[in-house]
């Protein structure tokens, strides 16, 4: 399960500008690691093309993730708060959640992630249609 604490975006944008800027750039797009706000719809199997608001099916894993990866240089270093605050500002970045939502171990697995039942949903196979970009085989 999922950690006591709480956070909100606008907590969540203070520890950004102190600990992810760096890397991740200004409202997570421009900086020297993939962008965290989605430019459209995947087109490609290109990795880059992957954001929180176009790929990653569950909140919490993006709760995760943040928790025991970052930040890069001192993975494992951010209070439960702290997480809960990323989280919910690089959610309300990707339109997922209003600005004033506080996330908790209740509600974060409640929050609607943008492309929803599609995940992991196979294409419809079409004869003689082209790949997708980038597609080895």
């Known amino acids: 399960g999922l950690p006591p604490g709480s956070g909100t975006a606008a907590q969540g944008a203070q520890i950004y500008a102190?600990?992810?800027?760096?890397?991740?750039?200004?409202?997570?797009?421009?900086?020297?690691?993939?962008?965290?706000?989605?430019?459209?719809p995947i087109t490609s199997i290109n990795g880059g093309e992957k954001t929180i608001g176009n790929f990653w099916p569950y909140a919490s894993t993006l709760f995760d993730y943040i928790r025991r990866a970052m930040p890069w240089q001192q993975p494992k270093s951010l209070s439960n708060d702290e997480v809960y605050a990323l989280t919910a500002y690089l959610l309300?970045?990707?339109?997922?959640?209003?600005?004033?939502?506080?996330?908790?171990?209740?509600?974060?697995?409640?929050?609607?992630?943008?492309?929803?039942?599609?995940?992991?949903?196979?294409?419809?196979?079409?004869?003689?249609?082209?790949?997708?970009?980038?597609?080895?085989?």
């Open 18 to 40: 102190q600990k992810c800027v760096a890397c991740h750039g200004e409202k997570g797009v421009g900086g020297s690691a993939s962008s965290l706000i989605p430019k459209g």
């Open 92 to 137: 309300f970045l990707n339109k997922v959640i209003p600005e004033d939502q506080v996330l908790t171990k209740e509600n974060l697995p409640k929050v609607k992630m943008p492309i929803g039942e599609q995940y992991g949903k196979p294409h419809e196979f079409k004869v003689n249609a082209p790949r997708l970009e980038g597609y080895p085989y």
